[in-house]
């Protein structure tokens, strides 16, 4: 078994290459094609839990938890079930995902962020 990545105090790391644990998500949650997620997580910032989030081509359901990120590669466009305007990823987006919001993840280059949830 391997020891979970820690980021260190006074320490960086470049988030493009941390290596990431990889599971197929529920069938329940997937609309098309095979979804992979990746995640890793860097560390805790009071209850502010901070990682490493990849998700493969594919289009997938989820519901949230509190959550900011920012997109460092890929692309995707996330529509919510209430109607709200979709946000489409692509490397720079800044993005605040409410708790408890419905939403789909359209995923059509492999997309990694920097998660704050």
């Known amino acids: 078994m391997s020891t979970p990545f820690a980021l260190l105090a006074n320490r960086c790391v470049d988030a493009s290459s941390v290596q990431l644990a990889y599971r197929n998500l529920p069938p329940e949650q997937t609309i098309s094609g095979q979804p992979r997620v990746g995640t890793a997580e860097l560390g805790q910032l009071g209850a502010c839990s901070i990682g490493v989030w990849e998700m493969s081509p594919s289009v997938s359901t989820d519901i949230e938890v509190d959550e900011f990120f920012i997109v460092l ?18 490397p720079g987006t ?24």
């Open 73 to 90: 590669s890929g692309r995707a466009t996330v529509t919510f079930a209430d109607g709200s305007p979709a946000l489409h990823l692509q």
């Open 94 to 117: 800044l993005g605040h995902l409410a708790e408890g919001t419905a939403t789909t993840w359209s995923v059509t280059e492999t997309l990694r962020k920097i998660y704050m949830a």
